[in-house]
């Protein structure tokens, strides 16, 4: 039997969210004693926790944990070579969604049965070592402050944004109600719920929070979408969700397909935190399968994305062959606004490059441990810098698309404005109109139309 007390030295601070852990064998060899093809390690675990020394433990978990052993010995097996160790792959553990108590005590058990064949032909275990990964103290303060920060700042934005469309007297179009659902969506992933962590043991932390970027990664795809959508000119009918069904519809699919895969893993690990996907053959080659699959569909996806974007750009710059028939001041005021918008289009593309790659890096990562391979690390610079974009980018697209109020008149027959009403329409910022949906998506409809 093993045992051993692990200290969460973290709750002096500030708690941890989560923990994985992870085993690495020190197998020695034996001439009489080879690991057998296939061999398995099976496992008595049980864990247990206690918030002070001198108080009793209580149990969490009590389970048979079976692991496959991929060992190899890269010395001849000879006598000569006897009592050196076996290089094993990690095999993962234990993974529970909060760390909430001050010790943890974790009993590892080896029990041997030969007629069963149960822990036979595994060779000497000389050793077992555990490796722990956590989101550390440094991590989480600067975690902490980033949402209790955004939030209120994103709420305040979104609040004002849908003000504003509630003011106008025509309804909202669907550009500005996805703009608001995004909003909703940024909302909701960033409400700093870990705070509650400090004081309540909530193991289904890290599958709400998967839940929550699920929800934003859905929306945010679905956004895109629909917002170069609703700036081409293609004849059809648009400003209505329907007309989005063959785009939107496999990004629905595919978030309820990443749902199910995980509550098959994070959803059993609420009552069991030693299960893994990755512990199985069949598991392992799902999940390899079904990263690869995302992989590649997130890449179709940025190339469709790239595509929609390039003819929406080929439309305006067709459209502004008409600016200089305009007035001077409408002509300067459409060469902003088409300014600003290309900017915010090339803006949208880099985004969603480095959400993808975030997205396909994230899950490498995550799989490293399990499945060994190639060595990707996610540094906390990364991961705190794409959950910053996200929320300058919504940030910016509702302060952009918030309707205007002033009633800047429209063009006289001769195409004329004065001078005053031409001063306002430089100083506004928005790219939107007060009659109806964006002044760049009434420009490139009105050619529609034709």
Not at 108 to 126: D, T
Not at 237 to 253: D, F, S, T
Request: net charge neutral.
């Amino acid at each position: 039997m093993a045992g051993a007390i692990i200290e969460n030295m973290s709750t002096k601070k500030l708690c941890i969210v989560g923990g994985i852990l992870l085993v690495f064998q020190i197998i020695a060899f034996l001439v009489g004693g080879l690991i057998g093809e296939n061999a398995e390690v099976s496992m008595d675990v049980s864990l247990a926790y206690r918030d002070d020394m001198f108080a009793e433990w209580t149990e969490m978990a009590h389970e048979r944990v079976p692991r496959k052993l991929k060992c190899t010995f890269t010395s001849p097996k000879t006598l000569e070579y006897e009592g050196r160790y076996y290089e094993c792959d990690v095999l993962p553990f234990m993974e529970i969604g909060s760390v909430a108590h001050k010790y943890y005590l974790l009993n590892i058990r080896l029990p041997v049965n030969e007629k069963k064949k149960i822990n036979v032909g595994i060779g000497e275990i000389k050793d077992i070592q555990l490796v722990g990964i956590h989101q550390n103290g440094g991590f989480t303060k600067v975690w902490f402050a980033m949402k209790t920060f955004l939030t209120p700042s994103i709420f305040i934005i979104m609040v004002w944004y849908w003000r504003r469309i509630t003011m106008m007297s025509r309804p909202p179009v669907l550009l500005e109600k996805v703009i608001f659902a995004l909003g909703i969506s940024m909302t909701f992933i960033n409400i700093p719920v870990e705070w509650f962590s400090i004081g309540f043991d909530w193991t289904w932390m890290l599958l709400f929070g998967d839940i929550r970027q699920g929800i934003f990664y859905a929306m945010l795809l679905s956004f895109w979408i629909i917002f170069c959508g609703e700036h081409m000119m293609d004849q059809h009918e648009r400003n209505h969700i329907a007309g989005y069904w063959k785009q939107v519809g496999p990004i629905a699919v595919g978030s309820f397909c990443l749902f199910i895969f995980d509550m098959c893993e994070r959803g059993v690990q609420l009552t069991n935190p030693f299960y893994s996907i990755w512990t199985t053959d069949v598991g392992t080659e799902l999940a390899m399968a079904f990263i690869i699959v995302a992989g590649i569909c997130l890449c179709l996806y940025f190339l469709f994305l790239c595509f929609m974007v390039f003819q929406v750009f080929r439309n305006i710059s067709g459209k502004q062959s008409s600016l200089p028939a305009m007035s001077k001041v409408r002509r300067l005021h459409y060469e902003g606004l088409i300014f600003r918008f290309k900017f915010l289009m090339l803006i949208t593309l880099a985004c969603a490059a480095m959400t993808v790659i975030f997205f396909i890096v994230s899950q490498v990562t995550e799989g490293h441990w399990k499945w060994g391979g190639v060595t990707v690390q996610v540094n906390s610079a990364f991961f705190t810098g794409i959950y910053g974009m996200w929320n300058l980018y919504v940030f910016a697209l509702m302060f952009l698309y918030a309707p205007s109020h002033k009633n800047y008149g429209e063009d006289q027959s001769n195409g004329d404005l004065g001078v005053h009403s031409g001063e306002e329409l430089q100083l506004t910022t928005t790219i939107t109109h007060v009659d109806g949906p964006t002044e760049i998506y009434k420009l490139t409809r009105k050619e529609a139309q034709e």
